[in-house]
Nanobody, 115 residues
Framework: QVQLVESGGGLVQPGGSLRLSCVAS????????MSWYRKAPGKDLDILAT???????IYSDTVKGRFTISRDNAKRTVYLQMNDLQAGDSAVYYC?????????WGQGTQVTVSS
């Protein structure tokens, strides 16, 4: 059974940090391109960062310099380190796994940035 399970979200003060994790099962994780997205109420789904199966990384301008994506194929996990969080970063964060043939999504984890 294919699963992507995100964790690590929560409530954080402005300027704080969180590290999100997304653990994969049921498919050959190392062969997949992994991405992080977020969806805030009333806003479109935004892509934040992508890491390919070969380790190439792409960031959106919104998070470049503040967020870091990484993957550990042995642990079947992709991470998103988020620093200097601001109120505008509050959203549900999702991971996505993609190959030519398949697309899988996690259920999301809530991040709330508030004082």
């Amino acid at each position: 059974q294919v699963q992507l399970v995100e964790s690590g979200g929560g409530l954080v003060q402005p300027g704080g940090s969180l590290r999100l994790s997304c653990v994969a099962s049921g498919f050959p994780f190392s062969q997949y391109i992994m991405s992080w997205y977020r969806k805030a109420p009333g806003k479109d789904l935004d892509i934040l960062a992508t890491i390919t199966e070969t380790g190439t990384i792409i960031y959106s301008d919104t998070v470049k310099g503040r967020f870091t994506i990484s993957r550990d194929n042995a642990k079947r996990t992709v991470y998103l380190q988020m620093n200097d969080l601001q109120a505008g970063d509050s959203a549900v964060y999702y991971c996505k796994a993609v190959t030519d043939a398949n697309v899988y999504w996690g259920q999301g984890t809530q991040v709330t940035v508030s004082s």
